[in-house]
């Protein structure tokens, strides 16, 4: 269905709920400034179109996108391929080959496109996201130390060579600011997620900048006044030769746009116990990366940890990404000029964070457990991200994935499984859907959709880990998950094991026959318990008002362990 989730949740909007969207929307801001600055930096660009992207993508995303809580605006997972642009093509390429992308998402969009991406091995996501990650990393690593060079190298292996030939220049009032900066972030949230260790992070190590006259570099010293307003719309230049040498990295963008709002999406769905419409996503995607080039913006996507941050803060609607966009807008407006004092060590710490959250190495790690054909995917991704080239990487990354399509269509027999799939998620009448159902407190339930796109179940444990205090119970739903492969079940296994060092107690609802088997084979029925393993949602919740010693609903039991025994006969 393409029509935008604005329009379908505004007219069930109350008060309440409106006050929460308000306030998540202005802590999502907060949260988005020092990313947005450090990510237009790390890119090749001026920090102020890091700020222009969150604001004008992150509107049309939230006003014109599928999902209910979607984020929008510069994510790291486009840093490396806009930087390789802006050398090879300067500022006037990137521009164009973000519109280019912009178009190429419109009409995956229109032509459904849309529910494809989930099909995309989860080997080929974390081999070039993992590849990603560790370039990010290497490109922050003068800005930390504080090195003296005077060009970096591109290549991967040339520049650590520069790196440890320039390790002698350290600059240790840098690398002290660094480190502060890097302590406060890690250690931060054990004090409190509703304020962002980042910002935390830059305003105590600006304040010290400037207190001891420190000689570090600051935002300002390297790129100079940070406008306070938005630049007016300017024509783009058609140029047939360049459009035509851009048509690969343009794809690329589309590609990382396509497949890190969808994965946001489907992560935001389990959270909210909602379902998007990834057709329509796609369009506002487009839209989004059209329109912000026309402002001086870079590329834009869905942003998975300020998505999560705008549902934990109590965000349901798109106005609260609206919010999110005007927030950054004031503060650009009126604050804009004082982010030209934050020390460049400050946001080289910031992106040595999200690089680790990023590389996903819990994954990376258990997927070489995976079977061989995985393995050499994921690897092969990787090395070629980090080695050669990321357009490279993605086009034979697709290549891959296509393959593994194939063998895994072969091995599916129940070809309605792949025909609903392809189907993009619209709003039905549900009456088993979790908001119609009274949840205990500190009770979470989170419901993963889909066969293939089980992956994105890691996405969610890893910023669980980042921004919330865990619940006592988490239920995780699996009503739509008619089949699970080796991916999926060492995600269950993650999430028990994550959880049981938590104090989490886990409960399965809504586990198909499949599902059961090969948990039952993997040794997870046992870890997780027969008594914490049911077949719908309301026995799932009788258990936890049980586990927290709350009267139960009376409701017949739903007798899951039935079915293993007929496995075992």
Known sequence: MLKPKLLTTIKDLTKEQLIKDLTAGVIVGIVALPLAIAFAIAS????????????????????????????GGPTGAFIII?????????????????????????????????????????????????????????????????????????????????????????????????????????????????????????????????????????????????????????????????????IAPATVIALLAAIESLLSAVVADGMIGGKHRSNMELVAQGLANIVTPIFGGIPATGAIARTATNIKNGGRTPIAGIIHAITLLLIMLFFGNYAKLIPMATLAAILVIVSYNMSEWHAFKELLKSPKSDVVVLLTTFFLTVIFDLTIAIEIGMILAVLLFMKRMAEVSNVSVITRELEDEEDVQDPNAVDKKLIPAGVEVFEINGPFFFGAASKFKEEMRIIEEPPKIRIIRMRNVPAVDATGLQTIKDFYHDAKKQGTHIILSGVHTQPLYAMTQAGIFDLVGEENIFGNIDDALDRAREILGLPKLGRPKDFVPSVRREMRN
């Open 44 to 71: 090749g660009v001026t920090p102020e179109k890091g700020i222009i992207t969150a604001i004008i993508a992150g509107f049309i995303i939230s006003a014109f996108g599928g999902s209910r809580v979607q984020i």
């Open 82 to 246: 806009v930087y390789g642009i802006i050398q090879n093509y300067g500022v006037t390429g990137l521009t164009i080959a973000t519109v280019m992308a912009g178009v190429i998402l419109v009409i995956m969009g229109l032509v459904r496109f849309g529910s494809l991406i989930k099909f995309i091995p989860y080997p080929v996501v974390v081999g070039f996201t993992s590849g990603i990650a560790l370039l990010i990393f290497s490109t922050q690593i003068k800005d930390f130390f504080g090195l003296q060079i005077q060009k970096v190298p591109s290549e991967f292996h040339e520049k650590w060579i520069a790196y440890f030939n320039a390790f002698s220049t350290t600059n240790f009032y840098v690398l002290g600011i660094a480190l502060l900066s890097l302590l406060i972030m890690i250690f931060w949230p054990k004090v409190t997620h509703r304020i962002p260790g980042s910002l935390i992070a830059i305003i105590l190590s600006t304040v010290l900048v400037i207190i001891f006259k420190l000689p570090v570099d600051t935002i300002g010293s390297k790129f100079g006044e940070i406008p306070s307003n938005l630049p007016a719309p300017h024509l783009i230049e058609i140029n047939l030769t360049l459009i035509k040498n851009l």
